[in-house]
């Protein structure tokens, strides 16, 4: 395989060679530049070519953290190919402490942009015009959002074999099967013929090392098995085949008040089985709650009250081929 030419942000990247490049479309009102930076190593060798990002939402932490301990640990210094790291994306949102672009829209709604469209359709333009082309995998590290604790998993359309081969490299605990969804990367990615790994764990504002250690180890079989992790690393040790989820259903509360969950995240539990309770704040009232059905719990609200029709777990749908009771 011959060494291709590749361009980036007017920068050719040369064999051997580091780079730490600014991606950046928009000025704070102050009209102070804010870099966004793209960090690529490119080796001698040919091969694919990996973007692993985070951040593409402002208060999602442990993406941001897995990409950084990619880099701070060597592991984006490629045996063959080349490897994108921006461990921040939505640096706007990051440095607001908020979810969302300045203009208030979402960045995953907004691709693949319009040129001359918001804000974040200009960036989200910008990113898939500018960095998209040069890129064959795309590794996207997230987190829950609105006090919900994601089981550590990976989100893959099925009917995409590019993505699903390396979902199954990548090992999370639990493979979820997702269809499209308009305005996402993942849709844009999948568009243009790039295999797309979509990584949830995790809460929002929030660093969990165990998350994280999950999301970094998947990245390293990736990179592994693509021939890119560097010789002198170990491999991540050897973890048991993820539990293939493909359906689920969520769980919402029947009554509003104090939220007390009894099950952690990755619990398998039978349907009708009592998991947490709701109270009133003056202890009069306490409902238990029960589950909707059998299966995995992939998500948990760990908010301390809740309203009424508030989602509250979110558990798999057990099809008989799932592993044997356990806690994941």
Same mark, same amino acid.
């Given at each position: 395989?011959? @060494?291709?030419?590749?361009? %980036?942000l007017?920068?050719?990247?040369k064999?051997?060679?580091?780079?730490?490049?600014?991606?950046?479309? $928009?000025?704070l009102?102050t009209?102070t530049?804010i870099?966004?930076p793209v960090?690529?190593r490119? $080796?001698?060798?040919?091969?694919?070519?990996?973007?692993i990002m985070g951040?593409?939402?402002?208060d999602?932490?442990?993406?941001?953290?897995?990409?950084?301990?990619?880099?701070?640990?060597?592991?984006?210094?490629?045996n063959?190919?080349?490897? !994108?790291?921006?461990p921040?994306?939505?640096?706007?949102?990051?440095?607001?402490m908020?979810?969302?672009?300045?203009d208030?829209?979402?960045l995953?709604?907004?691709?693949?942009?319009?040129?001359?469209?918001?804000l974040?359709?200009?960036?989200?333009?910008?990113?898939?015009?500018?960095?998209?082309?040069?890129?064959?995998?795309?590794?996207d590290f997230?987190?829950?959002?609105?006090?919900?604790?994601?089981?550590?998993?990976l989100r893959?359309?099925?009917g995409?074999?590019?993505s699903?081969?390396?979902a199954?490299?990548?090992?999370?605990p639990?493979l979820?099967?997702?269809?499209?969804?308009?305005?996402?990367?993942r849709?844009t990615?999948?568009?243009?013929g790039?295999?797309?790994? @979509?990584?949830?764990?995790?809460?929002?504002?929030?660093?969990?090392?165990? !998350?994280?250690?999950?999301?970094?180890?998947?990245?390293?079989?990736?990179?592994h098995?693509?021939?890119?992790?560097?010789?002198?690393?170990?491999?991540?040790?050897?973890?048991?085949?993820?539990?293939v989820?493909?359906?689920?259903?969520?769980?919402?509360a029947?009554?509003?008040?104090?939220?007390?969950?009894?099950?952690?995240?990755?619990r398998f539990?039978?349907?009708?089985?009592? %998991?947490a309770?709701?109270?009133?704040p003056?202890g009069?009232f306490?409902?238990?709650?029960?589950?909707?059905?059998?299966?995995? %719990?992939?998500n948990?609200?760990?908010?301390p009250?809740?309203?009424?029709?508030?989602? !509250?777990?979110?558990?798999?749908?057990?099809?008989?081929?799932?592993?044997?009771?356990?806690?994941?």
């Amino acid at each position: 395989m011959s @060494l291709r030419k590749i361009n %980036i942000l007017d920068t050719e990247v040369k064999p051997g060679h580091i780079y730490k490049l600014n991606f950046n479309k $928009a000025k704070l009102y102050t009209s102070t530049v804010i870099e966004v930076p793209v960090i690529i190593r490119r $080796a001698h060798k040919a091969g694919p070519v990996v973007l692993i990002m985070g951040g593409l939402h402002g208060d999602e932490i442990n993406g941001i953290e897995v990409v950084r301990q990619i880099i701070a640990k060597g592991y984006n210094k490629p045996n063959a190919g080349t490897i !994108i790291c921006m461990p921040v994306l939505n640096i706007f949102g990051f440095l607001n402490m908020q979810r969302e672009f300045p203009d208030g829209r979402d960045l995953n709604r907004s691709f693949p942009g319009y040129k001359s469209g918001s804000l974040a359709g200009r960036f989200a333009h910008q990113f898939v015009n500018e960095i998209l082309p040069h890129v064959d995998i795309v590794m996207d590290f997230h987190t829950g959002g609105a006090q919900r604790f994601n089981a550590p998993q990976l989100r893959v359309d099925p009917g995409y074999e590019k993505s699903l081969e390396l979902a199954h490299v990548f090992k999370a605990p639990f493979l979820i099967h997702s269809g499209k969804l308009k305005g996402t990367l993942r849709n844009t990615c999948m568009e243009l013929g790039k295999a797309y790994l @979509l990584y949830e764990g995790g809460k929002s504002f929030e660093s969990d090392k165990h !998350i994280v250690k999950i999301g970094v180890q998947g990245a390293k079989r990736v990179l592994h098995h693509l021939g890119m992790l560097g010789t002198s690393f170990e491999l991540p040790p050897v973890v048991p085949d993820s539990v293939v989820v493909h359906s689920s259903k969520w769980l919402r509360a029947s009554y509003s008040g104090l939220f007390h969950p009894k099950v952690p995240y990755g619990r398998f539990v039978e349907k009708g089985e009592y %998991i947490a309770t709701i109270t009133d704040p003056y202890g009069s009232f306490r409902h238990k709650v029960k589950s909707n059905q059998t299966g995995y %719990i992939i998500n948990v609200n760990q908010s301390p009250m809740v309203y009424q029709g508030d989602a !509250i777990f979110h558990i798999t749908s057990h099809d008989g081929q799932e592993k044997p009771k356990e806690e994941i």
